[in-house]
């Protein structure tokens, strides 16, 4: 099968083309879909064997747990057993939006979603395709990002494509997606909010309103958002980062006319392929689809910028770090 792309207006999409989306996920099939953060790839969570081809589209371990996505605060009560206080702030402030929210779960939930944890991660998205292909087809959706296992996020429908087009029934295209890194993770089981995984909404925006958040590095292994101990977000070729202030790499591994380079501040080597972005905000929203964009222009290295860490930057740091497999 070749997967069928339907281009879509972001503003205001078809809403019989959605309706065709939502009745392949009704019967059981995949549909990648755009969110505001990366392409997902959905699925009705409630039913077990296509959740479960999910993961052998993706080639995704089984032990990774996936986010569900809902359209309404109702839909929660078939998928999450309590809602805390904190995170009920959390969903009041923050949704919809990039924040995903690690809950305890509900027994009815099919067990391959949650890689049998007790708890289940949910989001509610702000994109308006998303939002409306959960409403019509009536069912929570599961999806993680709609790419290889390991490769960069696909942020627009031509990387879906690239890595998944045999695999799935169809993509929705909206072009290229706004915030570009995916959803910030947070456990919020207990009393105290433990970041999993920083993404698109802030650590800074999320203790304005809930006070000092854990980072999960304190945590042991186990507990910690089981997706982030893989090589993830990994270009062909080899990533090196480099970081404003460092000398910038005197020895290359190669010719510098082989190397490619993105980051935000001019490389001051003379490389052959280089993507500069204008502030952190770009740098976010293009990284995955620059790294796709120089390994296809066939570079033997790619050199990226380590942004500082505050705002968006510790999820670009994030991401960067597990690409280049520190
Ligand atoms: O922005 C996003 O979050 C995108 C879009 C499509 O919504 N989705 C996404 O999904 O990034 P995925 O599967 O690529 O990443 C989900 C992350 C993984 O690190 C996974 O381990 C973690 O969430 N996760 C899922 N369920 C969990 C749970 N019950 N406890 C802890 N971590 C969980
Ligand atoms: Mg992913």
Redesign the pocket.
């Known amino acids: 099968m070749t997967a069928k792309v339907i281009p879509l207006d972001w503003f205001e999409p078809d809403i019989s083309l959605i309706s065709e989306a939502a009745q392949i996920i009704r019967r059981g099939g995949l549909v990648a879909f755009p969110?505001e953060?990366?392409?997902?790839?959905g699925a009705n969570a409630m039913d077990e064997d296509a959740v479960l081809s999910i993961f052998r589209a993706k080639g995704?371990p089984a032990d990774?747990?996936?986010?569900v996505?809902v359209h309404s605060l109702d839909q929660l009560d078939g998928i999450v057993s309590s809602v805390t206080p904190l995170a009920e702030k959390l969903m009041h402030n923050f949704w919809p939006g990039?924040l995903?929210l690690?809950i305890s779960?509900r027994k009815s939930l099919p067990s391959v979603v949650?890689?049998g944890?007790d708890?289940?991660?949910v989001?509610m998205?702000s994109n308006p395709i998303a939002r409306e292909l959960i409403r019509i087809s009536g069912v929570p959706i599961a999806?993680?990002?709609?790419n290889r296992s390991g490769r960069p996020?696909p942020t627009d429908a031509g990387a879906v494509f690239q890595d998944l087009a045999g695999s799935i029934d169809l993509i929705l295209d909206a072009g290229p997606t706004y915030v570009g890194v995916?959803?910030t993770?947070v456990?919020v089981t207990g009393q105290e909010i433990i970041l999993?995984?920083p993404?698109?909404t802030s650590l800074e925006a999320l203790e304005r309103i809930a006070g000092p958040i854990k980072n999960s590095s304190s945590l042991e292994e186990s507990k910690?958002?089981?997706?982030?101990r893989y090589r993830h977000y990994a270009p062909l070729v080899p990533l090196i980062l480099w970081e404003e202030g460092e000398s910038f790499l005197q020895d290359l591994p190669c010719d510098p006319g082989k190397a490619g380079y993105v980051g935000m501040v001019q490389p001051e080597k003379d490389l052959s392929e280089n993507i500069i972005f204008k502030d952190i905000e770009s740098y976010a929203r293009g990284l995955f689809s620059a790294l796709r964009d120089l390994e296809s222009r066939g570079v033997q290295i790619i050199i990226a910028q380590l942004p500082p860490s505050k705002g968006i930057g510790r999820a670009l740091r994030d991401r960067l770090k597990r690409a280049s497999g520190d």
Do not use: Q
């Not at 953060?37 to 790839?41: A, C, D, R, S």
């Not at 990774?64 to 986010?67: H, Q």
């Not at 910690?224 to 982030?228: D, N």
């Open positions: 969110t953060t990366v392409y997902g790839l995704r990774n747990p996936l986010i996505h990039p995903t690690v779960s949650t890689a944890l708890t289940v991660a989001r998205p999806a993680p990002s709609a996020s995916e959803s993770v456990d999993l995984r993404g698109g910690r958002s089981p997706g982030t």
